[in-house]
């Protein structure tokens, strides 16, 4: 069976970095785009970035476009976020997920596209 662990959240204060990582087993990682999405209290679970499946494109969503940068690591079957620059606003739970293509196509966005969600690692930042 499948299986998504998210692990490296934590706290910090505002300005710090933290370094997420997604280890998936039970299906072929290099077949899939990976993606972490972040969910905070209240408020519905919004895409971060997503990474093809050789890792040479990513996305990112506004809000953390030139903070935060994706990688992976696919003989190791692991999936990164470096964190950089953190502020309180991306205080949230992280999620990372298998897409249904091998590439960031423009639904990367939706949370239906996704298979195999992770239980999330919290990160949280104060001021």
């Known amino acids: 069976r499948v299986q998504v662990v998210e692990s490296g959240g934590g706290s910090v204060q505002s300005g710090g970095s933290l370094r997420l990582s997604c280890k998936v087993s039970g299906l072929t990682f290099d077949d899939y785009a990976m993606a972490w999405f972040r969910q905070a209290p209240g408020k519905e679970r919004e895409a971060v970035s997503c990474i093809r499946w050789a890792g040479d494109e990513t996305t990112y969503a506004d809000s953390v476009k030139g903070r935060f940068t994706i990688s992976r690591d696919n003989p190791e079957n692991t999936l990164f976020l470096q964190m950089t620059d953190l502020k309180p606003e991306d205080t949230a739970m992280y999620f990372c997920?298998?897409?249904?293509?091998?590439?960031?196509?423009?639904?990367?966005?939706?949370?239906?596209?996704?298979?195999?969600w992770g239980q999330g690692t919290q990160v949280t930042v104060s001021a």
């Open positions: 997920a298998a897409f249904q293509l091998t590439y960031c196509s423009k639904i990367w966005i939706r949370r239906s596209a996704y298979n195999a």
